[in-house]
């Protein structure tokens, strides 16, 4: 039950021995059948090209550098990491032979990282445990074996190598350095009581750190001791003293942007995550893949082995867990680097959003609506205005956009020949690979790729605004229906650059009397000028000159 409290599943009753010692007292422990051991046993070096089948299941080939555990013809454990699957303990055994060691840290931790094995032993060992508990953690054990199997015990053997554990640590008691360090005013008295009562031996001004304590080691390690125990409120709050040398802190207009992206699609709804800048291998190479250079020579976990392409997999990964306990409708996003090298070039900075769900719940009056693309979308746009872009500003390409988008519900976004961005819906085999069951559809911004506005002082431009009326006229084309919309109005929109204001589409049809392979699209634009109003032949010109545009794309007045 006290192994199940903190999450470890009761294997056998030798084994919950040892995971009871190794998290209750730090005390890692490895139990063998002594039956499946052949002759004496011995800590050496592993011989080169020799094998070790490991109990998570998986064999590993080690090297000269690696510290192993063998009996007279072969390794049976790797010392401090893990131990072997032929000498493991099962229903069967009758006789153990229990090891309790102390490993030197810095080995452990090559090895683990060598073999890229992660395990309650190796995490412990390479962080060091008490050296002086070795002879009592093994008694104990012993006795608990004894207490819950039975059995007799042998006599305990000791073996020790030469300058193998660490010697006693002695720290002066510098009262005064103590004092520097914390801004305080203890007296030496305060601060050799506050040592003793953790188990340091304080004698002649000297503290011998206790062996548990393989983390004290200096007079700084000691000032810690004595504040953390006696209460920070002793440090006095004291403020700097303000200092013309000091400059006011200045965002680049790259920090600057970050901070807007972050409040604008904060301000929409959507919930900041924070992620490891690491992906695994599998979605690094789903997501674009990347350079050998930026694949991890020593990853905190294997999947996250690789510095990310994208931003979408662990916005994903954490929908995917929100929405496992209920919280489906639910969108996240986060601004930060992604690497396609490792040149400074190949690192951008990318707002990246993702929806899925409900978007519109069920209401008095409205019906629930699923999101789709054009959320996305205007996550997108809104992102773009940051920048000063408008709609009128990008080119849509609907086959611009990396493979985990659906195709044909994708674009990228251009700003000229300029990528600015992705949108759409992920594809179904991404949801896969990331375990994500509900559509999900999301944007991708690289903000360095938008424009910067130029210096031009703190005081804003002079808003301009027209005082003469806006004329709207609305078409219908009827255009092939693989022809993209976003085409059709980026060419209507380099038919007049002037007084077109806006081009939308407001309707789509696709019904009875539309020819074979056609769709009709409905668009309206806005002219207005700056000087005067719009006569009715400056305005049929350019009706003309944007049915002309559209005639270029195959299409034709409905």
């Not at 012993?142 to 207490?147: A, E, L, N």
């Not at 011998?208 to 920070?232: K, Q």
């Not at 493979?403 to 020949?417: M, W």
């Not at 400056?538 to 002309?548: G, L, N, R, T, Y």
Request: neutral net charge.
């Amino acid at each position: 039950k006290r192994l199940e409290s903190v999450g470890q599943k009761s294997i056998s009753t030798l084994v919950d021995i040892t995971n009871y010692f190794t998290l209750a007292l730090n005390r890692p422990l490895h139990v063998y059948d002594l039956k499946k051991l052949q002759g004496d046993i011995e800590v050496r070096r592993a011989k080169a090209g020799e094998t070790l089948a490991a109990l998570n299941g998986k064999s590993y080939t080690l090297d000269e550098n690696i510290t192993v555990i063998a009996d007279s013809k072969n390794a049976v454990a790797i010392a401090g990491v893990i131990g072997g699957e032929a000498t493991g303990c099962d229903e069967n055994t009758t006789d153990v032979f229990l090891e309790c060691a102390w490993f030197t840290p810095a080995r452990v931790a090559a090895a683990g990282r060598a073999l890229q094995i992660l395990s309650d032993a190796r995490y412990r060992f390479e962080r060091g445990v008490d050296a002086g508990f070795v002879e009592t953690g093994a008694r104990l054990a012993v006795q608990m074996i004894m207490d819950l199997c039975g059995g007799e015990a042998s006599e305990l053997l000791v073996e020790r190598t030469a300058d193998a554990l660490p010697a006693p640590r002695d720290v002066v008691i510098d009262t005064a350095r103590i004092n520097a360090l914390g801004g305080t005013n203890f007296t030496a008295k305060e601060c050799e009581e506050t040592l003793t009562s953790l188990g340091f031996s304080v004698t002649n001004g000297k503290a011998t750190v206790p062996s548990w304590r393989a983390d004290v080691s200096h007079i700084a390690d000691l000032a810690e001791e004595v504040l953390r125990v006696r209460g920070y409120h002793h440090i006095p709050s004291t403020p700097l003293p303000n200092s013309p040398l000091v400059a006011s802190a200045v965002l680049t207009p790259l920090q600057k942007r970050i901070q807007q992206a972050r409040r604008m699609l904060a301000s929409r709804g959507l919930l900041e995550g924070y992620h490891w800048s690491m992906v695994s291998a599998a979605a690094a190479t789903h997501f674009g893949g990347v350079a050998d250079a930026l694949t991890l020579q020593n990853p905190i976990h294997p999947d996250l082995s690789v510095m990310r392409p994208s931003i979408v997999p662990p916005l994903l990964s954490a929908w995917g867990i929100n929405a496992r306990r209920g919280a489906e409708a639910l969108g996240l996003f986060e601004v930060g680097a992604v690497w396609n090298g490792t040149q400074i070039d190949e690192q951008k900075t990318v707002a990246t959003a993702i929806r899925a769900g409900v978007m519109t719940p069920q209401g008095v009056h409205e019906t629930a609506r699923a999101v789709d693309a054009f959320d996305a979308k205007a996550d997108a746009l809104a992102l773009l205005s940051l920048a000063g872009l408008s709609p009128n500003n990008i080119t849509i390409d609907s086959k611009g956009a990396p493979n985990y988008y659906h195709p044909g519900r994708s674009a990228a976004l251009l700003l000229g020949k300029v990528v600015v961005g992705y949108v759409g819906e992920i594809h179904p085999q991404t949801l896969t690979l990331m375990d994500v069951e509900a559509p999900v559809v999301g944007c991708e911004i690289f903000l360095e790729n938008m424009p910067f506005a130029k210096a031009k002082g703190s005081a804003r431009a002079a808003l301009k605004v027209s005082e003469f009326q806006a004329v709207e006229r609305d078409f219908a084309f009827v255009i092939n229906r693989d022809l993209p919309a976003g085409d059709l109005l980026n060419a209507l929109r380099r038919a007049e650059k002037n007084l077109l204001k806006d081009v939308r589409v407001f309707d789509l049809y696709e019904g009875k009397n539309m020819p074979e392979g056609k769709k009709s699209l409905a668009v309206r634009i806005t002219l207005q000028s700056m000087a005067k109003t719009l006569e009715e032949a400056e305005i049929d010109a350019i009706s003309k000159a944007i049915v002309e545009a559209a005639a270029k794309l195959g299409a034709t007045l409905r």
